[in-house]
């Protein structure tokens, strides 16, 4: 995945801005195809289409919450204490064979991103509902809800109150 997105990084035009003053026209279409360096008295500056930006952000931005999900998840299976307050503090709900699970599942996900348009949202939404269940698990009023039996009754039939229905029996 990243050495594709290093490839369309790496593959494009330099223009000077001369160039690009004389031919905006075709630099943005250059630009459309593929970035574009546009060098002026030894600055670069890069054009490139707002999508693709849009993607390497997301990617520099999920990877590192990748790399430090993975990072907590290793450490807690080592034994390391992770403090409530760190932002994957929550895989401390989980025990040692789930965070194996966990890691897997990251793991398997972040190397299909490439691959789908949306992968980078299904890497997000993966690590979410992993971040809902410890929530649950820690919840105590959900696990008293579990626990609760006392107060379960069967349900019983509805008895109907409309005096026409009664009255056509």
Not at 14 to 21: H, K, P, S
Not at 121 to 144: Q, R, T, V
């Amino acid at each position: 995945m990243l050495i594709r997105a290093s490839g369309s990084i790496y593959g494009d035009e330099l223009i000077t801005a001369t160039e690009l003053n004389r031919q905006p026209g075709r630099v943005l279409d250059t630009a459309w195809e593929r970035p574009v360096t546009i060098t002026r008295n030894e600055q670069h500056f890069a054009l490139l289409r707002r999508d693709r930006m849009t993607y390497m952000v997301k990617a520099a931005t999920m990877s590192q919450v990748v790399f430090e999900a993975i990072d907590v998840a290793y450490r807690l299976r080592l034994g390391e204490q992770i403090d409530s307050a760190h932002s994957f503090g929550w895989l401390r709900e989980f025990d040692s064979d789930e965070l194996t699970e966990f890691i897997t599942e990251v793991e398997s996900a972040y190397r299909l991103v490439g691959e789908e348009s949306e992968g980078w949202d299904k890497l997000d939404a993966l690590i979410h509902e992993w971040h809902e269940s410890a929530i649950a698990i820690s919840s105590e009023a959900l696990a008293a809800a579990f626990d609760d039996e006392v107060d379960e009754a069967l349900l019983t039939k509805p008895i109907s109150e409309n005096t026409l229905e009664s009255a056509e029996v």
